[in-house]
């Protein structure tokens, strides 16, 4: 009788961590770390980003702002980033739909220091490895200061302000 219930916790704890494993890249992705500083310049990479009166999606939309439109980083809150967007305008955006003017596409690029490959677009996420400088890679995905890279057969994240065409 006490084996089956401690196979049971064994199999409900497993099942969570599979689930947990399966649904972290995701969760990573619309909450990655922040490497800008105020004044950074970044590129719309949506077909159209909402601009918000704060930092949330409960806020009010102000406007929408075209892909390819340049913004400055001005403080991050929430999650969220507070933009200087054409016109000295100002509101909250998801800073997944931006990345850095360097890297406004995926393709091909240079890395211009040696570049740890982490698990999670996030600092302090682990590392699977690095680049050395002037190695080429192909960026698979942008979000925000982040390029998602296929590294020996595993999917990871580096810092885009490394990277140069």
């Avoid at 999606?57 to 809150?77: A, L, R, W």
């Avoid at 200087?84 to 091909?108: H, M």
């Avoid at 080429?136 to 590294?151: E, F, M, P, S």
Wanted: hydrophobic share 35%.
């Amino acid at each position: 009788m006490k084996l089956n219930w401690v196979k049971r916790l064994v199999c409900v704890t497993l099942a969570l961590m599979m689930m947990t494993v399966a649904i972290m890249p995701a969760l990573a992705v619309g909450h990655s770390s922040t490497l800008a500083k105020k004044g950074d310049n970044y590129i719309v990479i949506a077909k159209g980003l909402n601009v918000r009166s704060g930092a949330g999606t409960n806020y009010s939309i102000i406007t929408s702002i075209k892909k390819g439109t340049k913004v400055v980083f001005q403080k991050e809150k929430n999650g969220w980033w507070y933009i200087q967007y054409p016109k000295n305008k100002y509101g909250y955006v998801d800073k997944q739909y931006l990345t850095r003017s360097n890297v406004s596409k995926t393709g091909t690029y240079k890395t211009t220091s040696n570049l740890n490959v982490r698990s999670f677009p996030r600092t302090d996420a682990g590392i699977y490895g690095s680049y050395k400088k002037n190695t080429k890679i192909k960026v698979l995905q942008l979000n925000g200061d982040w390029c998602r890279v296929n590294y020996n057969g595993k999917e990871g994240w580096v810092a885009s302000k490394y990277l140069k065409k």
